[in-house]
């Protein structure tokens, strides 16, 4: 067996012979889920499409199981590989139960007639995306969200060695998202099938891919597991981020910070802090963080969102300089929030600081 399930080698995608993207090399195993990501226009239906054979090659190779495929009969690739475009398909008069038994066709004889065990994997692939009490419905009448997870039902009673789906999450609501995701990793961790998808939720490739291709411009800009990938630098490259900005420890975007003169102090510690630059931020009002040791995970938020930010070194004491800079703060700012700040023996300087700020008229403990 070959040490890849599918490889691409110096692949070229395109149009009209002329290439989009070109150099492409990517490898994945049996049993992997790899995501393609990357912003609008990039080329990753284009790469899905030339690899499904809905676009004709323009330079290099893609092997399944070392077979080029070019070698590669199409009746063969359908019975190997099972694909949810965003395409929409047309249907006349089908029900969802007929759509999703069109997933079986590579299996039935030339009149298409299921048998009993057809049925059943049928019946098991709609109760798999809780779509049972819709499979009577005519498929043109149903919601975007439901066709979605009947195209997902239709490749899994396809029982394929690869699935490739383009954006199949596009559609579904949270619930339903993080379902098909979790449908996804069982199909490969449990049956070794292959998973090679598009997301725009790079939140959730960050958890569920176990390799990821940022695709952007001519050339793939990165390929490596997610923690190879997600770090602030490479999505904000990617997606040329200058409105906001990348949070790699949560996998979060957030909006661009208000940037200006600090109107109020939030002073915080373990996370209570963060609800409050959010609304702060919505306000539109520029702030000051501090005084945060780089290890909180309110350090984390103020980074991206606060105008200034006053820090100590983790476990550290915290130093003249510092409290002199926070006291400076203070004065500068309107308004001073004490959202919550655990004071233990390293930073107990925090309780000289919320006094003067007491002292000052200008503490408040209720912002949200
Ligand atoms: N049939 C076509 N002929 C020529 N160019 C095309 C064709 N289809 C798409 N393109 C172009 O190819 C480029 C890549 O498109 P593609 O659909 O692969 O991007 P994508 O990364 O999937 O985008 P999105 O995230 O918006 O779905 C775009 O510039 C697009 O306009």
Same mark, same amino acid.
């Given at each position: 067996m070959a040490e890849y399930y599918l490889l691409t080698k110096d692949l070229a995608v395109g149009y009209q012979g002329k290439?989009?993207?070109?150099?492409i090399n990517f490898g994945i195993c049996k049993g992997e889920i790899v995501t393609l990501i990357g912003p609008n226009g990039s080329g990753k239906s284009t790469i899905l499409k030339s690899i499904t054979r809905q676009l004709r090659l323009v330079g290099g190779k893609v092997f399944f199981d070392d077979t080029s495929l070019t070698n590669i009969s199409y009746k063969e690739l359908s019975s190997r590989m099972a694909v949810v475009l965003t395409e929409r398909i047309r249907t006349e008069l089908m029900t969802c139960h007929d759509i999703v038994a069109t997933g079986r066709y590579p299996y039935t004889g030339r009149l298409g007639i299921l048998t009993a065990e057809d049925e059943r994997i049928v019946d098991e692939a709609m109760a798999a995306v809780h779509a049972q009490e819709i499979g009577?419905?005519?498929?043109?009448?149903?919601s975007d969200g439901q066709k979605q997870r009947i195209m997902l039902a239709r490749a899994i009673c396809q029982e394929p060695e690869i699935i490739v789906l383009d954006?199949?999450?596009? &559609?579904?609501d949270i619930r339903y998202k993080l379902e098909l995701l979790d449908i996804l990793k069982r199909m490969a961790k449990k049956k070794g099938i292959t998973v090679l998808m598009s997301l725009h939720e790079i939140d959730l490739a960050q958890k569920c891919a176990d390799k990821i291709v940022c695709v952007r411009g001519?050339?793939?800009m990165a390929y490596g597991t997610p923690e190879e990938v997600f770090h602030e630098e490479t999505i904000e490259k990617l997606y040329d981020l200058d409105n906001g900005s990348y949070n790699p420890l949560s996998g979060s975007l957030e909006l661009k910070k208000t940037e200006g003169e600090p109107e109020v102090f939030v002073i915080s510690s373990g996370g209570n802090g963060t609800p409050i630059y959010r609304k702060l931020q919505r306000e539109g009002r520029p702030f000051a963080a501090g005084i945060? &040791?780089?290890?909180?995970?309110?350090y984390q938020a103020a980074r991206v969102l606060a105008s200034k930010i006053i820090t100590e070194e983790p476990f550290e004491e915290i130093s003249d300089n510092t409290y002199k800079n926070a006291e400076n703060m203070i004065d500068r700012c309107q308004i001073v929030v004490d959202a919550g700040v655990h004071i233990g023996s390293c930073n107990h300087r925090m309780r000289n600081l919320l006094q003067y700020a007491q002292e000052k008229g200008k503490l408040k403990r209720d912002y949200l």
């Open positions: 290439a989009l993207i070109h150099d009577n419905r005519d498929f043109n009448a149903i954006e199949p999450t596009s &559609y579904l001519e050339e793939i945060l &040791y780089t290890n909180d995970v309110d």
